[in-house]
Each structure stands twice: as structure tokens, then as C-alpha cells.
């Protein structure tokens, strides 16, 4: 079993920073792909960024020039550095770790962590 914590959530002023981190228990691969998504209220869950082996990173248009995904290893972590927050941020974000094995698919997802963004 493969599970995922995340931390750093809290509420911050409209301009402010925040830097969630997800870890992992159980395996990890170097060549699994680790993407955080947000959810607000009433709103469907969407794909925020994402980063694969050997650093290669993609993001949605709405936090790019402002979010920083990156991964660690070594510390099974991987972190999302959240800059220039707006209240529109204002959701619940999750982790997530994808993993292809012999063509087959395998995903799991972290319990979620708050982030409110005032104006």
C-alpha cells in the first residue's frame, strides 16, 4: 500500500506565500509521476502541477509564474511553493502519485489540505 500525506495548508492574505508538502509511505519509484490538484467548493477537481523523473515539470495556465512543483528523493517528498496567492487559490489541495506498471495504471491520493486565501 502506497499512501500520501500532505501538510503546509493554513490561510494567508491575498499576496502571500504558502509551500505544501506530500510525502510518501510504502514504495516509491524515482519514475513515478507526483501532480498536485485543488478542488473549491462546488467546483470539479483540477490538475495544478506535476513533475516526473528527472525534474520535468507542467502546470496549469492559471498558477504558472507563481507555483513551484519539485521532488526530493531521497525524502519520498515532493513539494508545491505557492507564491502571489490569490483568493481564487482558496481550495482544497491534494497529492498525487501515478505509477505505470507493465501498461497498467496505479494511482493514489493524499487526504488533502486546506488553503484560504483572504482578500
Known amino acids: 500500500q502506497v499512501q500520501l500525506v500532505e501538510s503546509g495548508g493554513g490561510l494567508v492574505q491575498a499576496g502571500g506565500s504558502l509551500r505544501l508538502s506530500c510525502t510518501v509511505s510504502?514504495?516509491?519509484?524515482?519514475?513515478?509521476?507526483m501532480g498536485w490538484y485543488r478542488q473549491a467548493a462546488g467546483k470539479q477537481r483540477e490538475s495544478i502541477a506535476s513533475?516526473?523523473?528527472?525534474?520535468?515539470?507542467d502546470y496549469s495556465e492559471f498558477v504558472k509564474g507563481r507555483f513551484t512543483i519539485s521532488r526530493d528523493n531521497a525524502k519520498k517528498t515532493t513539494y508545491l511553493q505557492m507564491s502571489s496567492l490569490k483568493p481564487d487559490d482558496t481550495a482544497v489541495y491534494y497529492c498525487?502519485?501515478?505509477?505505470?506498471?507493465?501498461?497498467?495504471?496505479?494511482?493514489?491520493w493524499g487526504q488533502g489540505t486546506l488553503v484560504t486565501v483572504s482578500a
Open positions: 513533475v516526473g523523473p528527472g525534474g520535468i515539470t
Open positions: 498525487n502519485l501515478q505509477r505505470t506498471i507493465f501498461g497498467k495504471k496505479y494511482a493514489a
Open positions: 510504502g514504495s516509491f519509484a524515482v519514475d513515478d509521476v
